[in-house]
């Protein structure tokens, strides 16, 4: 049974039927606000991520320990990430895993002058409970305190995820965490998860990056005079007078004609994955931007690391089947034997997309791996009730 928020635990009592009625309010409120605001896909607000002073301070003292020393090296540039998947009591309504291992791809190759690229950390953790699916922020991240992974950044994927204050219901795409180091974690949207680059923008924020158009530090003007103070204290990013499709076009180009306190007119970049943007304009991030969660990598998420030996699969839990993999490293084929049946064999990537799988269920598996390029997998082997797991190189 789902505990119940301090509110609730006030006014009623712990019973199913009253945790049901609340939430049976609570879409109705949604439902009210979308028939009266006739809310579509594209009027979610992008991003409930806005920095205190308490992520300032934290930022700006990480930022600063660069110089003094730094605690990881460009060769550590892998992120674990662990996927939560949360669907309805009856599995249904989760995104599909390749879905989000195609985006966590995409995030790959945008994070890549960061010095960053993610690693899925063990296996995906499914929660099926209609308590979840209409996600409320805040208030629900109950269950991640229950299920984060230490030391990892947690990213949940919802069926719909809002705010509610007062009577008043707000859709959002997303929302994460600058800087606070027990709550490694960022919530999205599954329509808005799949659109490649809501989760390059939440996970930007974990990484200490401000929206381009922010004021929370002041406004920042477009001469650029104020820009390491003001805005997103970036100045190779332009002032921003927060976008929004209605004045981006289809081709990406910026059609407002807002201007700032002194009357300048705005010329903000429509591509960048922190701005309101259109969601398939945003592809770029500023030499800045990179550097800025480099050292923010480097100095203050240092802490981040896979417990596991292998970033995917299950820990090998048994030595009861005897198995050999042969030859490894392997150019072309790659044969899985075992003294007991093989009900299945899977091959991963290195961010944990799986590639390869066969459910021939035998003692010999031989997988064809002359399509892929040189480099580190991981192969999982389902044998009876155990998994076997392991790194496998291609040369």
Known sequence: MRKPTLHTRIKFSYSDQIINMKKFN?????????????????????????????????????????????????????????????????????????????????????????????????????????????????????????????????????????????????????????????????????????????????????????????????????????CATAGDELCDTPADPRLSTSVVDAACNYTGTATDANNQAYAPNARNILSYSRKNCRDYFSPQQLQRMNNYWLTYRNYLACPAVAPVGVQDLTKKAQISIFPNPAQEFVTFKSDREITKASLYSLTGKLLLSDNNKSQEINMNLSKFSAGIYFYELQIGNEKRNGKLIKD
């Open 26 to 226: 609570l879409v109705l409120i949604i439902l009210l606000s979308l028939s009266c605001n006739l809310f579509a896909q594209n009027s979610y607000v992008e991003c409930e991520t806005e920095p205190s002073q308490s992520d300032f301070d934290n930022i700006h003292r990480a930022l600063d320990q660069l110089n003094a020393g730094q605690y990881k090296t460009a060769a550590d540039s892998n992120v674990p990430v662990k996927f939560h998947i949360i669907a309805s009591s009856n599995g249904t309504g989760g995104i599909d895993s390749i879905d989000a291992f195609n985006e966590l791809d995409i995030c790959n190759t945008r994070y890549l002058g960061a010095g960053i690229q993610f690693v899925h950390c063990g296996n995906i953790d499914y929660v099926n409970s209609n308590n979840y699916t209409d996600f409320e922020k805040y208030v629900d991240e109950t269950i991640c305190d229950a299920n984060d992974a230490l030391n990892v950044l947690n990213i949940y994927f919802v069926q719909d995820l809002y705010r509610v204050s007062g009577t008043d219901t707000t859709r959002l795409c997303g929302y994460a965490y600058l800087s606070d180091v027990t709550k490694n974690r960022l919530i999205v949207t599954n329509s808005c998860a799949q659109n490649s680059s809501t989760l390059a923008h939440e996970i930007g924020h974990y990484f200490s990056l401000l929206h381009t158009h922010s004021t929370s530090a002041g406004d920042e003007l477009v001469d650029g005079s104020n």
